[in-house]
């Protein structure tokens, strides 16, 4: 097919858009390219789709397709089959492979009736995520700030801890990709919390807190949630938000963070972008409580390697314990 992946992504991108909105049962999707547009049908097969290089993503095997060019077959948050392809190249095909399951996350999550957890880190090959004093650009190239955009658009929301709120003052907007940037959310009691930068563009941030003296700008969304400890239960969190819409969730560090979402059993996938170097210190991307054999690690269901540009990025779905 002689289309650009950015075209793809488009229809990825508008995909999932009409699948959150969706109140039929979700049998099949056509992606037709006509031009420069991508229409999308559900649940139907129209003659014009046949005249345009189409995608069809169906979780169910489908025969009826004569006419069609390419069908694939979702099978979990991770894994798509390709049934039939005709003119993709190899480009084509796992760039659809990488981010058709992410386009279905609001089935998923509906299914579930939960939110749907990725969590992100780009590490060295010694698992650090930063120097000891803080500093993480760049660890990840080109193509893996793409991809966490791309994903970024395609999740709910984004989360952060208020570490990595302090250290990097990210923006945790869409702006190498094209689509909707997602809410922020953001956990921690530090007073020396500055939201400014997230709330350019009028962006919706949620902040989950167990200091009520904390004195925020009256545009962050505040969530008291006090704790005897100091840790807030991730699943908590994820209750939280899944009764505010927000059904799709990328977590994007820092250690403690996804540490702790990790410890709650509170990760559904998790992908991290490989460089090749070592830093020999630093911080480690998961700090877990010590166990005593191998076989009591955190292990995947499914996991695979892609390359990223020079790196690689391990992508695996956490089973649940
Ligand atoms: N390479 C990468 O992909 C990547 C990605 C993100 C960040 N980073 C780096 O990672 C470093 C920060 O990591 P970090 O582990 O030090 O910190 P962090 O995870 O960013 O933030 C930890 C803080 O967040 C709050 N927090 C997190 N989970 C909580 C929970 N369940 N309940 C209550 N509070 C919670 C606490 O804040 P309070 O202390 O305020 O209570 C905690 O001290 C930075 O250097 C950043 O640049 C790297």
């Known amino acids: 097919m002689s289309l650009s992946l950015n075209h793809i992504w488009t229809g990825i991108e508008e995909l999932q858009k009409l699948l959150k909105s969706l109140e039929q049962p979700f049998e099949f999707a056509v992606l037709s390219f006509q031009g420069n547009e991508v229409v999308?049908?559900?649940?139907?097969?129209?003659?014009?789709?046949?005249?345009?290089?189409?995608?069809?993503?169906?979780?169910?095997?489908?025969?009826?397709?004569?006419?069609l060019h390419s069908r694939f077959e979702p099978d979990s948050l991770t894994?798509?089959?390709?049934?039939?392809?005709?003119?993709?190249?190899?480009?084509?095909?796992?760039?659809?492979?990488?981010y058709i399951p992410y386009a279905l996350l609001p089935l998923y999550a509906n299914k579930e009736k939960r939110t749907i957890t990725i969590s992100h880190f780009a590490q060295s090959l010694d698992g650090k995520i930063a120097?000891?004093?803080?500093d993480s650009k760049w660890i990840g190239n080109r193509e893996n700030l793409v991809h966490a955009h791309r994903?970024?658009?395609?999740?709910?929301?984004i989360l952060i801890g208020s570490n990595t709120l302090i250290h990097d003052n990210p923006a945790l907007t869409v702006r190498n990709v094209t689509g909707n940037d997602?809410?922020?959310?953001?956990?921690?009691?530090?007073?020396?919390?500055?939201?400014?930068?997230?709330?350019?563009?009028?962006?919706?941030?949620?902040?989950?807190?167990?200091?009520?003296?904390?004195?925020?700008?009256?545009?962050?969304?505040?969530?008291?949630?006090?704790?005897?400890?100091?840790?807030?239960?991730?699943?908590?969190?994820?209750?939280?938000?899944?009764?505010?819409?927000?059904?799709?969730?990328?977590?994007?560090?820092?250690?403690?963070?996804?540490?702790?979402?990790?410890?709650?059993?509170?990760?559904?996938?998790?992908?991290?972008?490989?460089?090749?170097?070592?830093?020999?210190?630093?911080?480690?991307?998961?700090?877990?409580?010590?166990?005593?054999?191998?076989?009591?690690?955190?292990s995947f269901k499914k996991f695979n390697f892609t390359p990223m540009g020079e790196h690689v990025m391990f992508t695996g779905e956490v089973k649940r314990r």
Do not use: W
């Open 79 to 98: 894994e798509v089959h390709m049934r039939k392809c005709s003119n993709v190249t190899e480009e084509q095909i796992s760039f659809l492979k990488q």
């Open 151 to 157: 994903m970024r658009a395609l999740c709910d929301a």
């Open 182 to 298: 997602p809410i922020k959310v953001v956990i921690g009691k530090s007073n020396e919390l500055n939201f400014d930068k997230l709330l350019e563009n009028n962006a919706r941030v949620i902040y989950f807190t167990d200091n009520k003296n904390n004195c925020l700008t009256s545009n962050v969304e505040t969530i008291d949630a006090s704790t005897s400890n100091g840790v807030i239960d991730s699943r908590k969190i994820l209750k939280t938000l899944y009764t505010k819409g927000i059904h799709s969730l990328y977590i994007e560090g820092g250690s403690k963070t996804a540490s702790n979402f990790l410890v709650n059993n509170a990760i559904d996938v998790i992908q991290l972008h490989i460089a090749p170097m070592i830093m020999g210190s630093g911080i480690v991307n998961f700090s877990l409580p010590e166990i005593s054999a191998i076989n009591e690690s955190i």
């Open 40 to 67: 999308i049908n559900i649940n139907e097969i129209t003659d014009t789709a046949k005249c345009f290089p189409s995608i069809v993503i169906s979780p169910n095997p489908m025969e009826n397709l004569n006419g």
């Open 131 to 134: 120097t000891a004093g803080g």
